[in-house]
Antibody, heavy 117, light 107 residues
Framework: DVQLVESGGGLIQPGGSLRLSCVAS????????MSWVRQAPGKGLEWVST???????FYADSVRGRFSISRDNSHNTLYLQMNNLRAEDTAVYYC???????????WGQGTVVTVSS | DVQMTQSPSTLSASVGDRVTITCRAS??????LAWFQQKPGRAPKPLIY???NLESGVPSRFSGSGSGTEFTLTISSLQPDDFATYYC?????????FGQGTKVEIK
């Protein structure tokens, strides 16, 4: 079975850095488009970043230059390195995997990031 | 970026009602449009992919249609489990974008 488990969230001060992890099981992260999607408190869903099978990265304008998506094939894990965090980055961050003709077929349970002094 | 606009933002309906949610794109996304259902505190659940294809395990009362810039999600007979927030999402071009959501409430 496909499973995605995020971790690494927490309370961080503005300007700080945090790395989120998404451990995958039941498939290889290198074989799929892997993404991060976030949801600020009481708000809608926002696509953050995608890493495709070839290793090409895509970012939302709101995080480009501050966030970096990567994967470790040996640990079958997706990462999101978040630098220079702002209050508006406060959200639940979800890891998601694509499927045939789909963008987000499988989702993790999410990890909470709170940026506050 | 492609802007996705859903209407209505909130919908009040009764069990058994037929419900339709509209999603409009600021430019053509062909058929690369998905629909998700989300309940409070839960991850989104995929319902429809490529505009009109039902995800495995999703009840047949859900259906999607449209192409280009206008899409609809229809629930043929609303059930108690369907009260939730629904999002459309385009994946024709990066940046992928979501609609703002439609909350389906109990009337």
């Amino acid at each position: 079975d496909v499973q995605l488990v995020e971790s690494g969230g927490g309370l961080i001060q503005p300007g700080g850095s945090l790395r989120l992890s998404c451990v995958a099981s039941g498939f290889s992260v290198s074989d799929y488009y892997m993404s991060w999607v976030r949801q600020a408190p009481g708000k809608g869903l926002e696509w953050v970043s995608t890493l495709d099978r070839a290793g090409t990265t895509f970012y939302a304008d709101s995080v480009r230059g501050r966030f970096s998506i990567s994967r470790d094939n040996s640990h079958n894990t997706l990462y999101l390195q978040m630098n220079n965090l702002r209050a508006e980055d406060t959200a639940v961050y979800y890891c998601a995997r694509d499927g045939s003709q789909r963008s987000f077929q499988y989702w993790g349970q999410g990890t909470v990031v709170t940026v506050s002094s | 970026d492609v802007q996705m606009t859903q209407s209505p933002s909130t919908l009040s309906a009764s069990v058994g009602d037929r419900v339709t949610i509209t999603c409009r794109a600021s430019q053509s996304v062909n058929s690369w449009l998905a629909w998700f259902q989300q309940k409070p505190g839960r991850a989104p659940k995929p319902l429809i992919y490529k505009a009109s294809n039902l995800e495995s395990g999703v009840p047949s009362r859900f259906s999607g249609s449209g192409s280009g810039t206008e899409f609809t999600l229809t629930i043929s007979s609303l059930q108690p489990d369907d009260f939730a927030t629904y999002y459309c999402q385009q994946y024709n071009t990066f940046s992928w974008t979501f609609g703002q959501g439609t909350k389906v409430e109990i009337k």
